[in-house]
């Protein structure tokens, strides 16, 4: 447990960082110059859910994979759930197509993107709660 519930948690805040950051760049309207549609609306039913899959990806941080600087190691992990949303969800669950390319062109850029920020912050969390 002492090692299980730090990396939710710190999964839990990157998981808040990812969206606050996905939000901000649809507000900015950045990923609609991009060619992206996504479009968050910042609310509970949106938000709720990212944190708790933040979290739950956050235990990934559990094991022993990659010890090094923060931002290798958040990077390095951010490839997992990225690989789920790029492979998994969005051709089987969501029915976007592969890499969610019906969304647009860059949208696996925005993907990477947005989960690298939440590997970074969960690994920065960690580190400093040490």
């Not at 960082?17 to 509970?44: C, D, K, R």
């Not at 051709?91 to 989960?115: D, Q």
Request: charge should be positive; include cysteine.
């Amino acid at each position: 447990m002492k090692k299980i519930l730090p990396c939710f948690a710190a999964g839990s805040l990157g998981g808040l960082a990812n969206s606050l950051a996905a939000w901000q760049m649809e507000e900015l309207g950045v990923t609609a110059m991009a060619g992206v549609a996504i479009a968050p609306h910042l609310s509970p039913v949106w938000l709720y859910p990212r944190i708790v899959w933040g979290g739950l990806w956050g235990l990934l941080f559990v094991l022993p994979l990659i010890n090094s600087r923060p931002l290798v190691k958040g990077a390095f992990m951010s490839l997992f759930p990225s690989a789920v949303q790029l492979f998994i969800l969005f051709p089987n669950k969501a029915h976007l197509g592969l890499g969610g390319l019906s969304l647009g062109m860059m949208t696996p850029f925005f993907v990477l993107f947005f989960n690298w920020i939440w590997g970074v912050v969960t690994a920065l969390v960690l580190r400093f709660s040490k």
